[in-house]
């Protein structure tokens, strides 16, 4: 089989290529070139190119690069600022992923005759009963479905994850086996556009007007303000100029951001839970899942899945659960194994 390996110049991927090899599959690495502004952190650097190019040599494969920043702006970083404009948490690791990795990439690499394509997430993909399925990842601490759970039949029956099904100590004892340069390299925690000084209030604030809000309660009493109203998400306690409640003792939370009035409602827990999450932009790994459907649900990346259930265009929670901030990406999967089912955003 002809295997275009996505390499990123971490380690996930260098083992990937090299258990490929290691099949009897002819591989070839790839790194795409995403970010085209400054980046000092993520997976987009100088130097990230380069070691997935010297990994490669190392390999004895060939390694090209492809240019992808414009596609990548414009479905990644354009989306993500507007979000903030609209008082949203957006996930951009998420939508690089739908339209650019699982996308252009798989794309690419049809157009020059590639079988599939490889990444290093950890997560595995199964054909069980003529269906494509993908699962969580064998290492727990490192699983990635979450972030892949946009992947339909066509991608999962092109995309092979052979880190999937190890743990990562395995994955850094083979990588340091071999020898290659990437084996004791840190795993890359942050958006890849993102800088590693100022971070995300610096990125937008270059890009759009971050401006004051004020802070009022749940009866509109005002109780403070924020110095960016852009920069706040439904569920953040820090940050938000406020302290306990002065009658109860209690926490107070963003529970609404309303950045046209440019206003943060803030209210206690019991304020921000919820007995249903409405979902939308769904899609499906296989079939849709009916009405009624027991599931578990998880809304980060790392987060614990909890028990609902799916009734069509929401999920129902077996308790009151805390709300999920609009922007957010809300994974659905099987009640019964580690299949994911699918998933899309909060409202």
Not at 120 to 136: E, Y
Not at 155 to 183: Q, Y
Not at 186 to 204: A, E, K, N, V
Request: proline share 4%; net charge negative; charged share 20%.
């Amino acid at each position: 089989m002809r295997v275009l390996a996505a390499m990123s110049g971490g380690v996930d991927s260098s083992v990937t290529a090299a258990l490929l090899l290691d099949a009897g599959h002819e591989v070839v690495g790839a790194t795409m070139k995403l970010w085209g502004g400054p980046s000092d952190q993520g997976c987009c650097s100088v130097a990230d190119v380069d070691d997935a190019r010297r990994v490669c040599q190392q390999l004895d494969i060939a390694h090209h690069v492809f240019n992808f920043s414009e596609e990548f702006d414009a479905a990644v970083v354009v989306p993500y600022v507007e979000a903030h404009t609209h008082g949203l948490t957006p996930n951009p690791c998420i939508e690089c992923n739908r339209h650019l990795k699982f996308d252009r990439f798989l794309k690419r690499g049809e157009q020059l005759g590639f079988d599939a394509i490889a990444t290093g997430h950890h997560a595995r993909i199964t054909h069980d009963d003529g269906t494509w399925n993908l699962r969580r990842g064998y290492d727990s601490a490192k699983d990635q479905s979450y972030v892949l759970h946009m992947l339909g039949q066509r991608s999962l029956a092109k995309t092979v994850l052979p880190v999937g099904t190890m743990n990562k100590s395995a994955v850094r004892a083979i990588a340091d086996a071999r020898g290659l340069r990437t084996a004791a390299k840190p795993d890359s925690q942050d958006t890849c556009f993102l800088p590693s000084i100022g971070g995300r209030s610096t990125f937008l604030g270059d890009r759009i007007p971050l401006r004051p809000g004020r802070v009022v309660d749940t009866e509109g009493n005002p109780v403070g303000v924020v110095d960016a109203i852009e920069l706040v998400t439904v569920g953040q306690r820090r940050g938000l100029g406020v302290g306990a409640s002065a009658n109860h003792g209690e926490a107070r939370y963003a529970v609404a951001v309303d950045t046209q009035a440019g206003v943060v409602t803030v209210g206690t827990i019991d304020d921000l839970s919820t007995e249903a999450q409405a979902i939308t932009a769904v899609t499906w790994t296989h079939q849709p899942a009916r009405a009624g459907t027991q599931v578990r649900v998880q809304a980060s990346a790392h987060g614990a899945s909890e028990p609902a259930v799916w009734t069509g265009d929401a999920v129902q929670w077996h308790e009151r659960h805390r709300r999920i901030a609009p922007g957010q990406s809300v994974v659905l999967y099987s009640a019964d194994d580690d299949r994911v089912l699918g998933g899309g955003i909060a409202p």
